[in-house]
């Protein structure tokens, strides 16, 4: 069986919850599989399967002291583990696995997951001090996806990028997305105008910017409401707000949340594929987001969603006011969201088989 070791920054609690369980165990039921990964603050550190990098103090520097010894947990795991292929979670972890081969003296294939623009990273993400290293980890990630053996895209928009770069993806599928908490029966839409958003509450996400809107549209739409799932470095912005803010749910309280929702709102600077989008899709919730990125791969604008240009304030909260006071173009949004929705099912098995057949082409 083929021997693979997946590395990415996300943190795994644990025993995993029920969504990701599946979706490892179907992979190991078609590869040998290790993961390295990070730890949360209070779980364990590993299993037969995961390696996990417990935080680093002060927590600030925990992404940077992750990555710089990356290259040496990875060479030790190429002298050890010996695996047929790395996958690697972005062109930064591919970084890292490059250097870690030749490190091992090992010419084990290094292959590259491409979610969304790499370049985003530094520049709308986090604290201002990241963007100091903007230009050294635009190359760094440029360079890595051009000396990888394999680069797999999720979507139109990320093979584009990788093409601009000079590099034909030797795959494309979406990732894995556990939606059996939003699949099932869907509910009509509420009676009060409610918009929801869900998502990291950081710069790329335009966060920002749609606390600005929203205070024109509760002007417009004094019965409207708000409701923030998620957390992040621009949580003073919803604060300021003063409306519902959840920093986290688990998935059936967001296809709660969404039950509840007129509409979904992603106002991003920037999108890989937003799997927020399917969520919304598949609970028949149409959604009113920016023209950019994979946004425009998954919306069709008029049909399952509104899209507005990127940084246009005024436009997304003359978007959100459209649709939150006009009942038959909600229903008709959520309708096309729902005929959508099928395009980006995938059982844990058919994406575990993709792995494979991905890891194995070489």
Known sequence: MTRLLMVGRTRYRLPLEPGLARKFDALRAVVDLRVLASAPDDGPAGDDTFTLVEPFSPRALDGLAFQLALPWRVARELRGFRPDAILTQSPHEAASCLLGRRLAGSRTRVIVELHGDWRTATRLYG?????????????????????????????????????????????????????EPFLGERRPLPERPSVLFVGVLERYKNVDGLAQAWRTVAARLPGAQLRIVGDGSLRGAV?????????????????AALDEATVLVLPSRSEGMGRVLVEAFCR?????AT?????????????????????????????????????????????GAATAAGAWLQTPEQYAERIRALVEGG
């Open 127 to 179: 604290s201002p001090a990241r963007r100091v290293l903007g230009p050294l980890v635009d190359r760094l990630g440029t360079a890595a996806l051009r000396r990888a053996d394999a680069v797999r895209t999720v979507g139109q928009y990320t093979t584009r990028l990788a093409r601009e770069i000079g590099v034909e993806p030797a795959a494309t599928f979406p990732a894995f997305m556990d939606l």
């Open 239 to 255: 604060r300021s707000l003063g409306v519902r803010w959840d920093p986290k749910l688990a998935p059936a309280e967001v296809a």
């Open 284 to 288: 028949g919730r149409g959604v009113v």
């Open 291 to 335: 023209r950019v990125g994979g946004i425009r791969d998954l919306v069709a604008d008029g049909e399952s969603g509104l899209l507005v240009e990127p940084g246009s304030t005024p436009a997304l909260a003359d978007a959100l006011v459209r649709v939150l006071s006009d009942a038959e173009l909600a229903q008709r949004l959520g309708k």
